[in-house]
């Protein structure tokens, strides 16, 4: 999935704009006497997905993927993104003088690299420090300390030059009932302040926008998407600090929070607050989310450590109250699938329906279910050769019409009072091909093999990948992304800690939390093939022996598209999953549904044999 790009084209000759932007940011580096300059993706809180405010990369190199990091030098300029956005970088950069570095492609270097071998030694790289990372930081200093670079970190000229710059948001705040979340604020903090006295920590320093709104129970609007609040949040020995825009905290909402011993601080004022800190404090961070000038402002000669937020696996390790919650978002968002696919499956015999069209009434059906607040993601609703594009994104000017034929990939997602969702579905509009066919097949037995994956306790996600990858691997295919990404609880439909992917991260994965299942396959001019669930990891409670054993539980209630299954290539294992899993999705969505709802849906899950 993808959070919604935004386009900053604001001449019909976008290139030319582009190409004026990078002029006009040379003739700033020269006046500042800087060899290069680098733009990231993160706002000040090492978010992924960010406020208009801070699509600074997207704003000077017109590349308008969610991951990517843009150089230019004074004479060359490159925007290094994964592989989830190969494709439409390549696009969106045609003809602008930037060229696309394909991070993770044999042969390619890492920006920092190429900024060495392209510049002289003693070079001055420049960059706007609040959306640096400390973590990004010190791997730069580490890196340039042979070829003697300065960082020079407090320089925002893309502020200078973005004259229509949006302003940051401050959109309404309300807050989550014990009821809805399972813990009130102060029993979180209290479990927060255990594991600071565990660390020999006094003071802790929270950027993290999700981290935040888990926390203080609170929920806003300042990401699209994502219902998050712009705030920091510090915990000293004697009370805590939020950092907030107070402007839209309505007084019921303030009272409750200084009742729980918080004190209510402007958000510009954390910086001078750290510069406070005792010369005995000890003081937490997440390098990962802290921006390098926020950190520069404690009193130099503290102890500092560094470590992920220690918020962060409590928020990943949903409580039973949302486990429950969950689960009947996903109610609701099974029968606003269902809702869809029947009008999709009907109205593609009268005429053709355009990508965006299909999106529109994807946000509908979930709209008119009791509790939802919004969209999870922007869908990415890619038909034919759109699907293999992994994050694509439909436009007005280039999108396919939907036909009696060909395969639609539809990637979308929910935010419910009760949970967030993320579901992807690739279905047929016509025939199949036996291409098409097989592919779905094997992905499928993928998906299906994750799914029903036993582990030991301190399992972790790089460890079960190659469950998903196995039947893609056995025909040399393969996807480039990962097979799955945590999930919060009305909050970021990306979430850590834990991934499912070959890379080695040392998270295990642990009972509550919630983990998409997502393999795939892309077959560039042709067409992409995704198939997503969340899945969340629970006690295997039947386990034989006395080990401490886990299982996935299905949460996503959604059919497959039986026209794309070859039979003949499942196991009886796989069989009888999924027909105990259409069996389930009946009997949860039925009492929702109307007669020809659930006959429709009766015949979409019936049993394979």
Not at 106 to 132: F, H, Q
């Amino acid at each position: 999935m993808r959070a919604q790009p935004h386009r900053f084209f604001i001449e019909e000759n976008s290139i030319m704009t582009i190409q004026n932007r990078l002029k006009s940011l040379r003739e700033l580096m020269i006046r500042e006497n800087l060899d290069a300059y680098v733009v990231y993706s993160q706002d000040s809180h090492g978010s992924e997905y960010v406020p208009d405010y801070w699509r600074s990369r997207a704003w000077i190199s017109g590349f308008s993927g969610s991951a990517g990091t843009f150089v230019i030098t004074r004479e060359e300029a490159g925007i290094w993104t994964d592989f989830r956005y190969y494709i439409q970088a390549e696009q969106e950069l045609e003809g602008s003088g930037i060229t696309l570095y394909r991070s993770g492609m044999t042969g390619v270097p890492e920006y920092k690299d190429w900024l060495c071998s392209k510049l002289l030694p003693s070079a001055i790289i420049g960059m706007d420090g609040r959306t640096l990372s400390v973590k990004e930081w010190e791997s730069l200093a580490a890196k340039f300390i042979p070829v003697k670079f300065t960082i020079s970190n407090k320089k925002d000229l893309i502020g200078e030059l973005w004259q229509d710059r949006p302003e940051l948001p401050s959109k309404p705040i309300w807050q989550l009932e014990k009821s809805e979340a399972g813990q009130l604020r102060k029993e979180k903090l209290q479990k927060v302040r255990e594991e600071m006295k565990e660390k020999g920590v006094s003071h802790y320093l929270i950027s993290s926008l999700d981290d935040i709104a888990w926390l203080l129970n609170v929920r806003g609007g300042d990401v699209p998407y994502n219902p998050v609040v712009l705030s920091y949040f510090l915990i000293s020995p004697e009370r805590s600090y939020w950092f907030v825009r107070g402007e839209n905290l309505t007084a019921s909402l303030r009272t409750d929070i200084q009742n729980d011993n918080i004190e209510i601080q402007s958000y510009d004022l954390v910086a001078s607050k750290l510069s406070a800190l005792p010369g005995d404090a000890v003081f937490l961070f997440a390098a990962e989310k802290t921006n390098s000038l926020l950190a520069a402002a404690a009193p130099e000669g503290i102890k500092i450590l560094q470590s992920q937020d220690i918020t962060t696996r409590m928020k990943a390790c949903k409580n039973p109250v949302e486990q429950k919650q969950i689960r009947k978002a996903m109610e609701k968002d099974g029968v606003a699938m269902i809702r869809f696919f029947m009008w999709l499956k009907s109205e593609i015999l009268k005429r053709n329906i355009t990508e965006l069209e299909a999106a529109a009434y994807m946000r509908k059906c979930r709209s008119e279910q009791e509790d939802f607040l919004d969209e999870s993601f922007s869908p990415i609703p890619g038909y034919r050769a759109h699907g293999a594009i992994c994050h694509y994104e439909a436009e007005e000017k280039d999108q396919f019409f939907l036909e009696q034929s060909g395969l639609f990939l539809l990637d979308s997602g929910g935010q419910y009072r009760q949970g967030t969702t993320d579901i992807t579905r690739t279905v047929a509009l016509g025939e199949p091909t036996e291409e098409e066919i097989h592919d779905y097949t094997i992905v499928l037995k993928g998906h299906i093999s994750l799914a029903m994956a036993r582990f030991p306790n301190g399992t972790r996600g790089y460890q079960l990948d190659l469950l998903a990858r196995q039947p893609l691997w056995e025909e040399g295919l393969d996807y480039g992304h990962g097979t799955g990404h945590g999930v919060g609880f009305v909050l970021n439909v990306h979430e850590g800690p834990q991934r499912i992917s070959p890379h080695a991260i040392d998270e295990p994965l642990l009972p509550g939390m919630v983990t998409s299942d997502e393999p795939g396959i892309y077959r560039e001019g042709k067409h992409g093939i995704r198939i997503e669930n969340l899945l969340m990891t629970l006690v295997w409670k039947d386990c034989p022996s006395e080990d401490l054993f886990y299982e996935f539980e299905t949460l996503t209630l959604c059919p497959y598209d039986q026209k794309l299954i070859d039979v003949s290539l499942l196991t009886e294992k796989e069989k009888l999953w999924l027909n105990s899993y259409q069996k389930e999705l009946i009997r949860r969505l039925s009492p929702s549904l109307n007669k020809e709802e659930r006959s429709w849906l009766e015949k979409a899950a019936c049993e394979i044999n």
